[in-house]
């Protein structure tokens, strides 16, 4: 049955139809604002397997080029495989909040796919196709404990924008994507132009208030046009066997809790766990399920001994950061460089600068863009002592990368200002939880290294959450065993005046408004603690780039110069690249860049282009060579490619018979210039000199 729904939200309306297509999917809707229609599908296969011990769950959206009307660029004509950094980013964002909502024990292999059908370029399709992969799981007959909808949120002059379009967008403060339950926040992610905790908290909850209708929306679909959901069995704990786990290994689980080494301790953790199998694996077929109990007997100790005794992994205060060590310039040849080691997370960040021919191209829905600053997060698998297959950059690699480059893009300086392009690399040497911050960190004293003048440094922290009962425990600088065995991870990256970018996901219900400010308030204290760690190595950008960075000189000449400097078929402009080690661009107004490996050619090159594109200026006294001898006088080159003509009669102050009898052709003479017609033709005199 066909059923179409609608409500006024943001001042928009927003559609949901299913029943028309994709009828063989588990759960199928179309969700459409404006011209944006977004078709999502829920898929699960009907086989569950709680052997793997996981939820194989798939997220994919994919922006089709003809919903803008639009083929592809590259070379097969069609979308290609491998999704774009912006697909991955909006599987991230479906993928996050959905996931701890399927129930413990369901393990069938299911796939939600959203697919852009048609994009008016004003109404986002991200945030569409999120409360569609919510709307189609409702709807379907998998086991999901929803719904939850989405929203994103803008700030403009001083007022909260639900669901703002990207006209709005360029003028906003605020670009967030928050996803709610009924209950609580389940997921934030987006940038701030370092606006305040108070601020962005307002925010957050501006959209869970909001966005509330959806939640009834997807309801009113559910209850007339909802399958009935599979029954699926919750894993039985054997309790005696647990009991006999806990009994052998209590001195041991405490032992590991106590120890602050991470290798240290998972060695320790791996030698029990072997110990315990062996003790109590009597007929050899109970292995795994003995490891499985022993994992969960170390995750409620751990989180007992924070509750309960007020005491975490290796012994710190909740609000305490690991100890932090920085060095800035700590590669000799690259434009700018740091060191960044938080306990035992290591980034080593590069900064590079370059052209605007080194801006990276992508094409998109809204057509080409060009992208002046990136920021690339590599984990490779040392990092964490593993030996593993290296096949490019993982979606959690484009998500961490992407935050990090959210938060430190709010401090860069304007094109105008600062005209290189910019690329920071973070390779994550080491990690035991938030390598993202650490690249955050590394790549703000990095950048300052390069001498780009950022507004203000910048910093981030990770924070978590353990909630138990009545309890509320926040975390500063969780470790990756504390972001495995609590509640929330929570990434706050910003200046010492506030937010620039935030990051949240949770394994509960939700997070009210209360713990999040907490968070909020905590992480900041934090933040402004790393920002002095760092400034002891470096608290300010350099005053001028690196020596070994390309220098940049820019020439403002005539547009009607500009075919003068380009030449037939670019044959000047490559001739200067190639004499000068350069690269020239010019654009429509006039303006000549030109990035140079060194000051010296920089600066012959300079005077080289103003040479060929200078202005002749009436009065003005050149020295020039005689190219061509006629009766009626002699065409002097006064600029290259520029010929003036001396008149024999003002050649000499006296009277001339001949003009070879006063020059010759390749003589160098000095002449004034008298006129510059409206035809461009120039009037010279050598006479006007004598």
């Not at 993982?394 to 480059?405: E, F, N, P, V, Y």
Request: net charge negative; hydrophobic share 40%.
């Amino acid at each position: 049955m066909v059923k179409k729904v609608e409500i006024e939200i943001g001042g928009k309306t927003l559609t949901i139809e299913t029943g028309k297509l994709a009828k063989q999917a588990s759960g199928s809707v179309v969700v459409q604002c404006g011209e944006t229609m977004v078709l999502v599908t829920a898929v699960a296969d009907k086989e569950n397997k709680p052997e793997l011990g996981f939820l194989p769950l798939t997220i994919e959206y994919q922006e089709k080029m003809a919903a803008v009307g639009r083929i592809p660029g590259n070379y097969f004509r069609r979308e290609i495989g491998r999704p774009s950094e912006q697909e991955v980013l909006t599987c991230r964002i479906i993928d996050r909040p959905l996931r701890p909502l399927f129930p413990e024990g369901y393990c069938s292999e299911t796939q939600v796919i959203a697919t852009v059908l048609s994009a008016d370029q004003q109404n986002d399709p991200d945030v569409l196709a999120l409360i569609g992969a919510s709307c189609a799981l409702t709807l379907s007959d998998i086991p999901f404990d929803g719904p939850i909808a989405g929203a994103r949120v803008g700030y403009v002059e001083g007022k909260y924008i639900l669901n703002p379009t990207r006209n709005e967008l360029k003028s906003s403060r605020l670009d967030i994507i928050v996803a709610c339950s009924r209950k609580a926040v389940v997921m934030v992610e987006g940038k701030a132009d370092a606006l305040s905790e108070e601020e962005v908290l307002a925010a957050i909850f501006f959209a869970h208030e909001q966005i509330q209708p959806l939640l009834d929306l997807q309801d009113q679909l559910r209850s007339s046009n909802g399958r009935v959901k599979r029954i699926v069995q919750p894993p039985v704990i054997d309790e005696v066997l647990m009991a006999k786990v806990k009994s052998f290994a209590e001195e041991g689980i405490q032992a590991v809790i106590a120890i602050a080494d991470k290798m240290d301790r998972g060695q320790f953790y791996d030698q029990l766990k072997a110990k315990v199998v062996s003790e109590l694996n009597e007929d050899g077929t109970r292995g795994k399920e003995i490891s499985n109990l022993l994992s969960m007997y170390k995750k409620k100790a751990m989180r007992a001994k924070i509750v309960e005794d007020g005491v975490r992994i290796g012994g710190r205060a909740f609000n305490e950061v690991r100890a932090i060590s920085c060095e800035a310039s700590y590669l000799p040849r690259t434009h700018g460089s740091a060191l960044f080691t938080r306990g035992e997370t290591q980034a080593l960040v590069t900064a590079t600068l370059g052209s605007e021919r080194d801006q990276q191209r992508v094409e998109t829905l809204e057509g080409e863009q060009s992208n002046r600053f990136m920021l690339h997060y590599n984990f490779p698998p040392y990092s964490v002592g593993e030996a593993r297959g290296m096949r490019g950059p993982s979606r959690r690699d484009i998500g961490h990368g992407t935050l990090a480059m959210r938060g430190l893009s709010a401090v860069l300086p304007t094109e105008e200002e600062f005209p290189y392009s910019i690329r920071v690399v973070s390779e994550v040497l080491e990690s035991n939880g938030s390598s993202s911050m650490a690249t955050v960190c590394g790549g703000s004293m990095a950048m300052m290294d390069a001498g780009i003048p950022l507004k203000k440094p910048v910093s981030g922290i990770a924070m978590g959450l353990i909630k138990e009962g009545g309890k509320v425990i926040i975390l500063s600088d969780i470790l990756g065993d504390e972001d495995h065995l609590g509640d929330m991870d929570f990434k706050v990256v910003g200046t010492e005046d506030g937010v620039t970018s935030l990051q949240m996901d949770i394994k509960i219900d939700g997070v009210d408004r209360d713990i999040m400010g907490k968070a909020l308030a905590q992480a900041k204290e934090g933040r402004i603690h790393i920002l002095g760690e760092m400034a002891k190595s470096i608290s300010k950008s350099r005053a001028n780039v690196s020596d070994h960075a390309p220098k940049y000189y820019t020439h403002k000449i005539n547009p009607d110069k500009i075919r003068d400097i380009i030449g037939p078929g670019g044959k000047i402009i490559k001739e200067l690249s190639a004499e000068y080690d350069a690269k020239i661009e010019v654009d429509d107004s006039g303006m000549v860049k030109m990035f140079c490996n060194n000051s010296e050619n920089a600066n012959a090159l300079v005077e080289r282009v103003k040479q060929i594109t200078a202005e002749v200026e009436v009065g003005a006294v050149y020295k020039g060579i005689v190219k061509t001898i006629k009766d009626f006088g002699a065409f002097v080159e006064i600029m290259p490619g520029t010929d003036g003509l001396v008149h024999i009669s003002e050649l000499d102050v006296k009277r001339v018979e001949k003009v070879t009898d006063v020059v010759n052709e390749g003589d160098v003479i000095e002449v004034k210039v008298l006129e510059v017609d409206n035809r461009g033709r120039i009037r010279l005199s050598r006479k006007a000199l004598m």
